[in-house]
């Protein structure tokens, strides 16, 4: 079945770094992927909404800045922490979404922790 | 806006323990419901949806049913299993094409032998 990978899973970084996670759909095209962040006992939030060829549409709240989001191709979208700091320190996940001929499903990948010291 | 509630965590039960996970919503419009569950390590993955009201979703044992009346969409399952451990989240969309998902907050449930 369809999979999205997120990679790395884990990953720690030094506070004024930067820091790029991976998204890719492993067996069908995205056109549209979506970045998620979690804190812990909080809810996922959506962070932006990224479109295959254009820039990502970011939620209220979310400087675009320090969240670079870009999705160069069908398959793969990068999300880079830029000037990390340790409030940044969070779950990051993202999703996927299949085209109509797949009923729209959305996929999520595993998440990756980030933690910045 | 569009909120889901969901019930604090852990939930602790013995194997074939009856379950039920409570999720309440807020929504502009006729949402979709649904349930997600992640098991350790993996992605967030459906396990069953509602587009209206009175339907009932139904996956792997579980169940739920879209209470409009009530803005509910309660998870259940009547005889939990260890591999039924993860983190199980309620989420709303507005969207046709559900592009645009709003979570709870996640219910961790662990099951014992």
């Known amino acids: 079945g369809a999979v999205v990978s997120q990679h790395p899973s884990r990953v720690i970084c030094k506070s004024g770094t930067s820091v790029k996670i991976e998204c890719r759909s492993l067996?069908?095209?995205?056109?549209?992927m979506f970045w998620y962040r979690q804190f812990p006992k909080k809810s996922l939030m959506l962070m932006a909404t990224s479109n295959e060829g254009s820039k990502a549409t970011y939620e209220q709240g979310v400087e675009k800045d320090k969240f670079l989001i870009n999705h160069a191709s069908l398959t793969l979208s990068t999300l880079t922490v830029t000037s990390a700091h340790p409030e940044d320190s969070s779950f990051y996940i993202c999703?996927?979404?299949?085209?109509?001929?797949?009923?729209?499903?959305?996929?999520f990948g595993e998440g990756s922790w980030l933690t910045v010291v | 806006g569009n909120s889901v509630t969901q019930m604090e965590g852990p939930v602790t039960l013995s194997e074939e323990a009856f379950l039920t996970i409570n999720c309440t919503y807020t929504a502009t419009g006729y949402p979709s419901l649904f349930w997600y569950v992640q098991y350790p390590g993996e992605g967030l993955q459906l396990l069953l949806k509602a587009t209206k009201a009175d339907d009932k979703g139904s996956n792997k044992g579980f169940e739920a049913t879209y209470r409009k009346e009530t803005t509910s969409f309660h998870l259940e399952k009547g005889s939990v299993q260890v591999s039924d451990s993860a983190v199980y989240f309620c989420?709303?969309?507005?969207?046709?094409?559900?592009?645009?998902?709003?979570f709870g907050k996640g219910t961790m449930l662990l099951v014992s032998p």
């Open positions: 989420a709303l969309s507005v969207n046709s094409g559900y592009s645009t998902l709003t």
């Open positions: 067996d069908f095209q995205a056109t549209t």
């Open positions: 999703s996927a979404r299949a085209g109509a001929s797949s009923g729209n499903t959305i996929y």
